[in-house]
């Protein structure tokens, strides 16, 4: 039979393994998040940065429409008041259209200068996407009505804007508010763009795909043909052929 003090003292060895077992964890838990901190629960993502160049008036320049098979590319440019705060900038594809229209009033109207640029699809079918793509921020900048010092950019290729000093950023508009507002402005000018041919060409359901490759748009360009929005020089219906792109 069992004693009561046997009972007792198991009771206590377990206790203690316990203990130890939970200050282990607790070390591996600071250890772990000292290298990986917790991201705060805030309503909203947290704030980019205001900038990336010291005391120079730095526009920020994305585009939105490269993957589509239809229709233009658009880039917008902005320049941001210095110390501007926005807790809800961020990289237009995190946002719902709600948010991002809302945004863009907001930006349109605080902003110290914005423009946006556009090349249609006989021009990208020309020179190809990428080149497009930076002709259209170029096109952006030329538009704005204040002259910046210096530019970011979304991504890793641009061509120099005259003697404009210029950053690429990978993933910038997750990470400066100007390259977030500018990739707001063109993805939301362009929906608008797209919708108005939607009206046009209803069966390619671009009011609702803006003109990339999903499965109703291929199957629409199957049995009605292409349009003259559509990018000729792209892989339209799928398959193994790849859009090459020459930087020049």
């Given at each position: 039979m069992i004693s009561r003090?046997?009972?007792?003292s198991r009771a206590s060895r377990i206790s203690n393994l316990l203990l130890i077992a939970s200050i282990q964890a607790h070390k591996a838990f600071c250890t772990y998040f000292h290298n990986y901190p917790i991201q705060p629960l805030n309503k909203y993502p947290q704030m980019l940065l205001p900038h990336y160049y010291e005391g120079l008036t730095e526009?920020?320049?994305?585009?939105?429409?490269?993957?589509?098979?239809?229709?233009?590319v658009y880039a917008a440019a902005v320049i941001l008041p210095d110390n501007y705060s926005n807790e809800m900038l961020n990289d237009s594809k995190k946002l719902t259209a709600k948010q991002r229209y809302a945004?863009?009033?907001t930006i349109i109207n605080d902003a110290v200068a914005w423009a946006v640029g556009i090349v249609d699809a006989k021009e990208i079918d020309k020179i190809n996407i990428l080149n497009a793509s930076i002709l259209a921020m170029h096109r952006a900048i030329d538009s704005l009505s204040v002259r910046p010092q210096a530019l970011i950019i979304d991504g890793n290729k641009f061509k120099p804007y005259g003697?404009?000093?210029y950053q690429t950023i990978v993933k910038g508009d997750g990470k400066y508010m100007a390259i977030a507002a500018a990739s707001i402005l063109a993805k939301t000018f362009r929906d608008d763009y797209m919708n108005r041919l939607s009206e046009e060409y209803p069966q390619y359901g671009w009011d609702k795909n803006a003109g990339y490759?999903?499965?109703v748009h291929r199957e629409a360009i199957k049995k009605y043909g292409v349009t003259p929005y559509h990018r000729m020089s792209y892989n339209l219906l799928g398959g193994p052929k790849q859009l090459e792109l020459d930087f020049k």
């Open positions: 003090a046997s009972i007792i526009a920020g320049c994305d585009e939105a429409g490269r993957g589509c098979l239809a229709g233009s945004l863009r009033e003697d404009l000093p490759p999903t499965k």
